[in-house]
């Protein structure tokens, strides 16, 4: 029992004694190797994904509840979009969109031509907002890590470094991933930025760290020069709140005679772009669809 907490995947935050530079530690093994095995990803899409959705989970641990972050590149390259959505409660959800999935594994070499040129889009939803904030730059090295801190220096000038650590086995499957974001606030001594900086540019592998120590708290020791205040612990998982109930419930919005020739046609298969789980319409889904839509158009 003891061992599977140590091993869940987790997310810590904590602040410095001044309170101006935040931390957050997150190691998402089982989280990102998820969604790799959801949407059969080879190495290269499932690097960028996991990366996107590690990102997504220290941006969002700032946020309350079920608060959320959405963090997108659209772009030009192989990969043209990636998605990744992270709710402050530890629930992550994404996926990957090719522009020519064939010419994936012969691009290893290049990685520019993965993401091509594009932007990245954050969209944050909050409790006190009716519209998601959204912020958007330009793409830089379309590496992710450069993209997300040069995304925290433009759209909310806060200086921050992120590490983004993710590995595979011989079998191409992810086998470690860690994150890492800091950010200073206003404030805050340049000594202290400076010690920090210092210290993180040691980092050889944020999972051999992490993994060296009982805990994320303990690997803070590491990794910061002086003592922190944790704030928060919270477990994250892949996790989508699609059901078939809520596909039906969009269906009801169709025509009848689109429900007819869906029937006719035999196209029962329902596939969420989040998570990639399939569902399938039987004869009485359709009739009670039907029955429904007719029902209300009456
Ligand atoms: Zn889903």
């Not at 969002?60 to 043209?80: C, H, P, Q, V, W």
């Not at 990245?120 to 793409?139: A, D, F, M, T």
């Not at 419930?249 to 429900?259: A, D, G, Q, R, W």
């Amino acid at each position: 029992m003891k061992q599977d907490y140590i091993n869940r995947d987790r997310i810590v935050t904590a602040l410095s004694e001044s309170g101006k530079i935040r931390f957050a530690l997150i190691r998402n093994v089982k989280t990102v190797l998820t969604a790799q095995k959801r949407h059969n990803l080879e190495i290269l899409p499932a690097f960028y994904l996991a990366r996107a959705l590690t990102a997504a989970s220290l941006m969002a641990s700032s946020l309350k509840g079920e608060e959320r972050i959405i963090l997108e590149t659209i772009s030009d390259g192989l990969i043209n979009k990636i998605y990744a959505e992270a709710m402050q409660n530890g629930e992550v959800r994404g996926f990957v969109e090719f522009n020519r999935k064939e010419d994936i594994s012969k691009s290893l070499q290049n990685t520019k031509d993965i993401l091509g040129d594009g932007i990245l889009r954050v969209s944050k939803i909050l409790y006190n907002k009716g519209e998601p904030i959204v912020g958007i730059v330009e793409l830089q090295k379309g590496d992710i890590v450069t993209d997300v801190s040069y995304y925290f220096a433009q759209s909310e000038q806060i200086p921050s470094a992120v590490i983004l650590d993710v590995d595979f086995d011989e079998k191409g499957l992810i086998s470690k991933s860690a994150g890492l974001l800091i950010q200073a606030m206003p404030g805050e001594s340049i000594d202290k930025i400076l010690a920090v900086h210092r210290q993180i540019t040691k980092i050889n592998s944020l999972s051999e760290i992490i993994n060296s120590q009982p805990s994320l708290e303990k690997a803070f020791e590491l990794l910061v020069p002086f003592p922190v205040k944790k704030l928060k612990s919270m477990q994250v998982d892949f996790f989508c709140r699609c059901s078939k109930d809520k596909f039906i419930s969009k269906l009801m919005t169709l025509k009848p005679e689109e429900i007819i020739d869906m029937k006719k046609n035999n196209n029962n298969e329902l596939v969420c772009q989040y998570c990639n789980e399939h569902y399938y319409l039987e004869e009485e889904d359709f009739n009670k669809i039907l029955s429904i839509i007719i029902a209300k158009t009456n």
